[in-house]
């Protein structure tokens, strides 16, 4: 059976994956988040082998990518609240949930049959090039089974899919760790109140401050927290994951640590940031919890993250990760 292909960035290496998007393959491509699974949105059948490659319920609707702001117009409605938005944080973290277009030639499928489309235009300059290169616009969740933790190295995503064939996943663009490490801020902005539906590197106060007005914050932020039964579980290890840990682990216990390890000296540990910075334990946090899980620990116990700033994003990954797994989306 042959295995995806693993290629370097090149202008080389960029011909051969738009070629293969081109043609209905699947193609992993970095980004400033996180990983992407590459389709041609435009493609149905493409998309339903995205879908079945990530186990993903075909409910849950992906973000299409583009190369420029102004590709956005033929797929949604674009009105001035976006615009100003992409002006200020395109390319990069910002994902919008717009009305989709009547005559939008995205994949039905791509959208799960909502009249909305989630749309962002990519920081990483490669990802910008790939989409360029095949002229078309792409979906592109995390290259990950649904559920798992997000990929921040192309290891990771070869990790992932081990037992799939080139035939389901042609390619994979190594593009070395993904600079934020978490995925994009996504903003509902279909409606008159924008939503913040998941918290990411473009933070709530920049947003309104580029509005001009208040945003209300969807389930899953820590200002509106679900109750944690409610919470879908996401980015889950194998091992269980316990929060908020200050000290006393249990036997076999992993831990995640962030900032000055107080009186906490486990055998087996990472440490987000050992200096407290907020960008460099997102940064990290998804391969660190990869790496402790590959340790096999009776679980992993996580340090305290403050709630501001990035560290919101963070906590809301990390409470979906712990999450009860009968939830799992
Ligand atoms: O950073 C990112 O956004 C990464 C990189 C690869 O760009 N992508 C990513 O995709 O995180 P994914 O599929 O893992 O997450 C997309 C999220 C899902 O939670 C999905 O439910 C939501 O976007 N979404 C997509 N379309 C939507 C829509 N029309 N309305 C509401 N939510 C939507
Ligand atoms: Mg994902």
Redesign the pocket.
Known sequence: MNTPELLGLSPESLAVAAYALQNGQLVAFP?E????LGADATNESAIARLFALKERPQI????V?VAHADEADSLVDVDNRARQLMARFWPG?L?L?LPRREDSPISLLC??G?D???I?S?GHKAARDLIEAAGIPLA????NRSGTI?PTTAQHVMDSFASASGDDLALVLAGGKCSIGL??T?L?ISCDVPVL??P?AVLQDEIEETLGLPIRLGSGNAARPTAPGQLASHYAPKAQVRLDVKEQLAPGEAYLAFGQMRGLDPDNFRNLSPNGDLFEAAANLFAYLRELDGTAPSSIAVAPIPEVGLGLAINERLRRAAAPRANRE
């Open positions: 980004t988040t996180v990983y992407g849950n609707p992906l973000i990518h973290p994902t949930i959208s799960a909502l909305t489309l989630a962002r990519p592109a969740p995390s290259a997000s995925e994009s996504i509902d539906l998941r990411g």
